[in-house]
């Protein structure tokens, strides 16, 4: 993946963590002061590996546990990782290692991109969201109030290191999650993604690793190529959003009870009514969308919420611009477009079909 300027990160999908030495020394990145930053569930399980094989390479390596889950993603965790960062003396050349989850990395993204006006940071995902969606792009962040992601900073990995044998240890519904992000991906750019995931769903439940393996470097490639072209957000990018828009204000409404990839398929199916509605998408196709998330465990709708509350809380999202939002829609499977027409009326109307 290109940085700003002429850079390219390097992005690993390995079965071990036996390549990220030589990954490190092939980047430079040895011989430094640097800290693991990892939530509560993933450090015990890969914390102590990781650490060895920095620890072969680099001069000292500190660890900042915090505890799991989205709502410590947020500004009093980035500060207690400052605190650590001081105390153990993290100067410039020092850089942090994102073990973990999206959480994970957002927030130590955006405390490299911070600290000291921005240091090193690398990546290794160990969720399927993380590995197929947030650990490429170099978008970072914490949440704010009850704003998600209302804080934060582009800054990009120097490098991510996948073991895909991570994702063993992952939660059902976590990997479930993930999914989605892999399903939205197929959705907006590649149909081929999204049939050929919904024919092999049993290898994938499966955790075929083979077959993960694909899915996984399709998801990379997408999301890098967009990135590439617009690292910003200022036109393609903002295609990934596909289902976020009302995802987000489902995630909110429901206080964060459903999942972020739950609640993203969830918009997505909105997102694929409107465009029925539209006459865009088929209703054969749009049945499609539902069967593929259904297919996954994912949800396709949510009880006891109020149509004109998701509509209101869509007003807030960041993908406002000039008092229009910024909707993904689809024209067929595999080709989204930024619309920014939408009446409240058919808003409401695709939002009608996920409620019960
Ligand atoms: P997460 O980091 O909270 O991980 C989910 C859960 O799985 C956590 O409890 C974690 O401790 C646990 N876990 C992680 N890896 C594990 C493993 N290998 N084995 C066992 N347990 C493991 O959440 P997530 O779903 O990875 O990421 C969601 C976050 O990502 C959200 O905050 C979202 O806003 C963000 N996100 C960011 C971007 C981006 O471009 N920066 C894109 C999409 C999502
Ligand atoms: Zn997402």
Sequence with gaps: VRREGEFYYPIYFEEDFAELCSGLKKENLVGRRVCIVSDSNVFPLYGDKVKKILESVEESVDVFVFEAGEPNKNLDTVQNLYRTLIENKIDRTGFLIALGGGVTGDL??????????GIDFIQIPTTLLAQVDSSVGGKTGV???QYKNMVGAFHQPRLVYMNMNTLNTLPETEFICGMGEVLKTGLICDSELFRSVCRQKKQIRGLDSQVLASVIRRCCEIKAGVVERDPKEQGERALLNLGHTIGHAVEK????????????????IAAAAISRNRGLLSEKEYQEILCGCRD???PVSVQGLD???????TRNDKKMEQGHIKFILMKGIGNSFIDKTLSDQEILKGIQEILQ
């Design 296 to 298: 996954f465990g994912l």
């Design 143 to 145: 949440d704010f109030q």
């Design 307 to 313: 149509p004109e509350k998701i509509l209101e809380a």
């Design 253 to 268: 409404l429901m206080d964060f009870q459903l999942l972020h990839g739950q609640c993203v398929a969830v918009g997505t």
């Design 108 to 117: 130590t993204g955006f405390a490299a991109a911070t600290y000291l006006r």
